[in-house]
């Protein structure tokens, strides 16, 4: 297994792709430790994990909360004694023209998508940069790359988790701890059904899954890609090729 002895943390673990990405992990033999807002659930996911053999917990954090955010990874460290990978997926992306944006919109999306990404790895780089060895991914969106009406917020909160990612690898290299970002085009989380065929999926299917994102983040998380850093990786199903043509 790819990531057995590894600790995980895992952020918004409790629904959609960060549940996957938990799920998968476990499924590779790592302990994941999942950090969200909605505990019940997130101890779902962890009691799931358990249930299949795997190990897992769940604490409730939000990742807006610096302070929170500092006492818990500290709490993981001491628990586990290490942490190998931090998965920053918690965020959410609300829909709303900008002219009707109150800057309460704005900086809450924002404060979640940045913020929370920012809270999270200060909390553990320390603890990498001691054991020469970390592995941080942090979820983007295609809305960084071509942009989405209504989500202009997100779209700048996610182009900036992709320049935080690479300024971050270029500080973090020489300490072997990996920076990369993933960008997920239209996923279907939480039981959505919706059909984004002829919306710019190329591909014969209704869209993407959580496990579609939890391969790239499990490959990104591995030994295996221990010479990639500072990358983007899209898993869009062509989203961002351009609009479909005859
Ligand atoms: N679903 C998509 O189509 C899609 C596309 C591109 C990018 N993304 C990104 O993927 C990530 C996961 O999205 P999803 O679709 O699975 O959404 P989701 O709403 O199913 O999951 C988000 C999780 O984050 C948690 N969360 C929210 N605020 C939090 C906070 N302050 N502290 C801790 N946890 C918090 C939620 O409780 C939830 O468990 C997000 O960063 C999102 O922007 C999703």
């Known amino acids: 297994m ?9 952020t918004g673990s409790a629904t959609g ?27 779902e996911t962890a009691a799931e994990i358990v249930a299949a053999g795997g190990k897992a917990v769940a604490f409730r954090v939000d990742v807006m909360d610096y302070a929170l955010v500092k006492a818990t990874t500290a709490q993981v460290i001491e628990q586990f004694g290490q942490v190998d990978i931090l998965v920053n ?4 992306y609300p ?29 553990v780089v320390n603890h990498m940069i001691g054991r020469k060895s970390g592995r941080i991914i942090n979820m983007a969106s295609v809305a960084a790359h071509v942009g989405i009406k209504r989500m202009a917020h997100y ?18 290299g020489p300490s072997n701890i990996t920076v990369n970002s993933v960008s997920p085009g239209a996923i279907l989380v939480n039981n959505a059904t919706t059909n984004y065929e002829g ?3 190329y591909l014969p299917r209704p869209g993407g899954y959580p496990e579609d994102i939890a391969a790239m983040v499990s490959f990104l998380a ?9 990358t983007d990786h899209l898993v869009d199903g062509g989203r961002v090729l351009g609009p479909r043509g005859s």
């Open 17 to 43: 792709i960060g549940k996957g990405i938990a799920r998968r992990f476990a499924s590779e033999g790592a302990t994941v430790v999942g950090f969200d807002i909605q505990i019940e659930k997130a101890q």
């Open 95 to 123: 829909q709303k023209e900008f002219k009707d944006q109150e800057p309460k919109d704005w900086e809450w999306v924002l404060n979640l998508n940045i913020n929370g990404t920012f809270n999270c790895i200060h909390a």
């Open 222 to 230: 591995s030994d295996e890609a221990a010479y990639i850093t500072g």
């Open 2 to 10: 790819n990531l057995s002895d590894k600790v995980a943390i895992v």
């Open 199 to 201: 919306k710019g999926i």
């Open 155 to 172: 779209s700048a909160a996610k182009g900036a988790i992709i320049a935080f990612t690479k300024a971050l690898a270029m500080e973090l």
């Open 89 to 92: 997926n918690a965020g959410a």
